[in-house]
């Protein structure tokens, strides 16, 4: 495999993750005032956490402290895991609609929404997260990466899903246990 087209296709996954989140698809902190301190922990998390650890992978990479050796099958893996993520992640934004948001929040006349992606799992969009952060690491061959970005999503979804559902369940009551009763958490069918 011809490094300039690893290094090439890896910037053009970056290229293609940052047009998904912030020209294809609706980008929103959400509504005025302070952000909660489970806000501010969700933001370094998903934002900071994963451009510090890609910064650091890829010093590390340049450096030949750690590997990259990149393979067809998980080139082609990379792209496929990336690409579902990028498409989960835009259907499930455009399924929220006006309710998406960065920030744990509920809006104004704010609705369960459980149609749709929304009708197999409750948090596509971590899942398509979760999915987008694992490709490049396969991308470029290097288990690093994985632990450098993929871990920190993993552990902020993990720690932000609980907190979300119990802002849903104290505003929605048994509405929203209903629903949470018919759905999966993250993985559909199994979790």
Same mark, same amino acid.
């Given at each position: 495999?011809?490094?300039?087209?690893?290094?090439?296709?890896?910037?053009?996954?970056?290229?293609?993750?940052?047009?998904?989140?912030?020209?294809?698809?609706?980008?929103?902190?959400?509504?005025?005032?302070?952000?909660?301190?489970?806000?501010?922990?969700?933001?370094?998390?998903?934002?900071?956490?994963?451009?510090?650890?890609?910064?650091?992978?890829?010093?590390?990479?340049?450096?030949?402290?750690?590997?990259?050796?990149?393979?067809? +099958?998980?080139? *082609? =893996? !990379?792209?496929?895991? %990336?690409?579902?993520?990028?498409?989960?992640? @835009?259907? &499930?934004?455009?399924? /929220?609609?006006?309710?998406?948001?960065?920030?744990?929040?509920?809006?104004?006349?704010?609705?369960?929404?459980?149609?749709?992606?929304?009708?197999?799992?409750?948090?596509?969009?971590?899942?398509?997260?979760?999915?987008?952060?694992?490709? +490049?690491?396969? *991308? =470029? !061959?290097?288990?690093? %990466?994985?632990?450098?970005?993929?871990?920190? @999503?993993? &552990?902020?979804?993990? /720690?932000?899903?609980?907190?979300?559902?119990?802002?849903?369940?104290?505003?929605?009551?048994?509405?929203?246990?209903?629903?949470?009763?018919?759905?999966?958490?993250?993985?559909?069918?199994?979790?």
């Amino acid at each position: 495999m011809n490094d300039q087209f690893v290094v090439f296709s890896y910037y053009g996954y970056f290229v293609l993750f940052l047009l998904v989140e912030f020209v294809f698809t609706r980008f929103r902190l959400g509504g005025g005032g302070k952000a909660s301190k489970e806000d501010r922990r969700s933001f370094l998390f998903f934002f900071v956490a994963p451009f510090v650890g890609m910064f650091v992978w890829m010093t590390l990479l340049a450096r030949d402290i750690v590997p990259a050796n990149p393979s067809w +099958p998980q080139w *082609i =893996l !990379g792209v496929a895991v %990336g690409l579902t993520g990028f498409a989960v992640r @835009i259907i &499930a934004k455009r399924t /929220l609609g006006r309710f998406f948001t960065v920030r744990l929040q509920l809006e104004k006349d704010h609705e369960i929404v459980d149609q749709g992606i929304y009708a197999a799992v409750r948090h596509p969009l971590y899942l398509g997260f979760i999915l987008e952060w694992m490709a +490049p690491p396969l *991308i =470029l !061959g290097s288990p690093a %990466g994985f632990l450098l970005v993929t871990l920190p @999503i993993v &552990a902020g979804v993990l /720690l932000r899903i609980p907190r979300e559902e119990a802002l849903l369940t104290e505003g929605f009551g048994e509405k929203y246990r209903s629903y949470m009763g018919r759905t999966k958490r993250l993985i559909p069918g199994v979790w």
